[in-house]
């Protein structure tokens, strides 16, 4: 009680003192300058009392003890929230690159928005997602589609839908003769996730005769790290909506995805997943996701990936690479703390020259959430 009328003494104290020094510095200004119309700057002095002023005051208000309702004892910060930060900063990544940052922001208001889309590329991997806001109209293509195209797997239009103007090649065509692997060669991509080479494939047709047998219904999906949309365009022909998480890192790969009549989600790996709770049928993980991503922001995502999943739901770890011994040591045991159910789990020689060299493996496995999560 004493300490709670002693600190507002002090607070009393101090506003009288904000205003004393506020009145003093209004009559020295009008008998100083009793025919100017406009008053004078503050003197810098003056502002740095009055700076201090608020501060003490602001400062002796946090100390004010709580009130009934309120614990009075210090709730320390949850260690999880503590690991998260040292991955993916909470609201400070954008200020932790000012100088992307500035050069993001600095743009012309209700004019067209500079075409700086790498730009926006860089601040959202470094953590600064979502981006800041900008009043500024965004950039179109000259040619708009005309419909939604009845087969994703149709050649990309040569004419320009999509604004391609930073990257190396212009024209979705210049992109498909490019490595087969990126993604943009129809003839290539049509018969993907559809054939069964090794033990390590999980073709589509297989893994829907699998949720069948199980009762269970397959009807949304999310695809992390989708590149062109091509697991999305298989399944839509099955009658089954999935997401795809694409990063524009070398190529339009968003665009892509949109131009097949699917749904791009701009979104990174340390990104909470832009869906809600326990709604999803299927999750995959595809190339985006190996043994480059740290340990624990792997982990981070793994356990986002259980909060979409609805009960009896899908995990697809498909072509996960890391070295044999890791795979064993970490991989394994990180992925066992789901405690899903291993539907598939097949592991075979990454025969790649990388592979070779670095004593790589892939895993290709299929879990099921249990209901009792």
């Known amino acids: 009680m004493g300490f709670t009328m002693g600190l507002n003494l002090v ?59 309120t614990p009075t004892t210090h709730t320390p910060t949850p260690s999880d929230l503590l690991l998260y930060t040292h991955i993916s900063p909470i609201a400070s990544s954008c200020k932790d ?107 589509i047709p297989q893994f829907l005769q699998l949720a069948k047998s199980a009762k269970s219904v397959i009807r949304l999906g999310l695809d992390i790290g989708g590149g062109t949309g091509t697991f999305a365009a298989q399944m839509k022909l099955q009658n089954v909506t999935i997401l795809t998480t694409t990063m524009n890192l070398g190529a339009p790969y968003n665009e892509a995805v949109a131009v097949r009549g699917l749904i791009p989600l701009h979104a990174p790996l340390q990104q909470r997943l832009p869906v809600f709770d326990g709604v999803v049928d299927l999750v995959r993980c595809g190339h985006a996701v190996n043994r480059w991503i740290p340990i624990t922001a792997m982990e981070f995502l793994f356990f986002d990936v259980d909060r ?26 990180l992925i066992g703390k789901l405690g899903y159910k291993k539907v598939k789990w097949a592991v075979g020689n990454k025969s790649d020259a990388s592979g070779l060299k670095n004593g790589e493996v892939y895993l290709t496995a299929l879990l099921q959430k249990p209901f009792s999560h």
């Open 11 to 69: 607070l009393l104290i101090a506003m009288v003192a904000t205003n004393i020094l506020s009145l003093y510095h209004l009559s020295s200004t009008l008998q100083s300058h009793p025919t100017t119309t406009t008053p004078p700057p503050i003197p810098d002095h003056l502002l740095h009392q009055l700076s201090t002023i608020r501060a003490t005051i602001s400062h002796l208000t946090s100390l004010q003890p709580p009130t009934k309702k």
């Open 308 to 333: 979409v999943l609805r009960g009896g739901g899908y995990f697809l770890i498909d072509h996960f690479f890391s070295k044999r011994s890791d795979l064993e040591k970490v991989f394994t045991p």
């Open 97 to 203: 690159n000012p100088l992307l940052l500035h050069q993001y922001m600095n743009y012309t208001p209700f004019a067209l928005c500079p075409n700086d889309s790498p730009l926006s590329e860089d601040l959202i991997l470094r953590g600064c997602h979502p981006l800041p806001r900008r009043r500024c109209f965004s950039r179109t293509p000259p040619t708009p589609p005309t419909s939604l195209p009845t087969d994703p797997f149709a050649p990309f239009p040569e004419k320009t839908t999509a604004l391609l103007t930073h990257f190396t090649c212009k024209t979705f065509s210049c992109f498909s003769n490019l490595k087969p692997e990126m993604g943009f060669n129809m003839k290539v991509e049509k018969s993907r996730f559809l054939d069964y080479k090794s033990d390590l494939d999980l073709p």
